[in-house]
């Protein structure tokens, strides 16, 4: 498999993560949107990251997909979504708002970061923020009392994107959210950045 796209994207990482947590070999080829789009054009015409391709040269786009689709390689048992209902819409209730959580962090970055000071929109960005920290707020609930992982023993997909959505936040966004305020998802999320999947996917 080789997956295409730099680990600035949240949504790159948290697939090259699942990857490695689910010991499936696979390239990574660091191809910028921005930085290298005619590049990134040849490979996947639409330019969006992350962009899968399998060994049968399949293309696959869209982190939940591709993480649907890697996750169905390996044994039930060995899964990073549970099979069981209840346990897998807890996992997908959590997903949910830490990806909104995301989304609403690349907002304000792409507010801030691309658009000229003097037509930014301050209305704008102040929903935006409510929006996120309601995310963060919600996740901070979820995640206080849970001295090992959320669903169990082992790490799974929602430990996986709760924290890349947080260290994402905090790397692109310092100051906006202060982890005093999130101690929990603070302390959660730096408990899983020192594990070896990812260290070995490090924010750019």
Partial sequence: ???IGVLDSPYVRRVAISLAVLGLPFEHRHVSVFRHFDEFAQLNPIVK???LFEDDGTMLIDSTLILDHIDHKVAPA???M???PGARLHALSVIGLALAATEKTMQEVYERQLRPEALQHAPWLERVQKQMHAAYGLLEARVAGHEGWLLGDRMMQ????VAIAWRFTQFMLPGAVDAARYPALA???ER???LPEFIGAPLE
Wanted: net charge negative; with cysteine.
């Fill in 49 to 51: 990251a992350p962009t």
């Fill in 187 to 189: 302390a959660f999320s």
């Fill in 1 to 3: 498999m080789l997956l």
């Fill in 158 to 161: 929602p430990d996986i994107t």
């Fill in 82 to 84: 549970p099979e069981e």
């Fill in 78 to 80: 060995c899964r990073l």
């Fill in 192 to 194: 899983a950045e020192a």
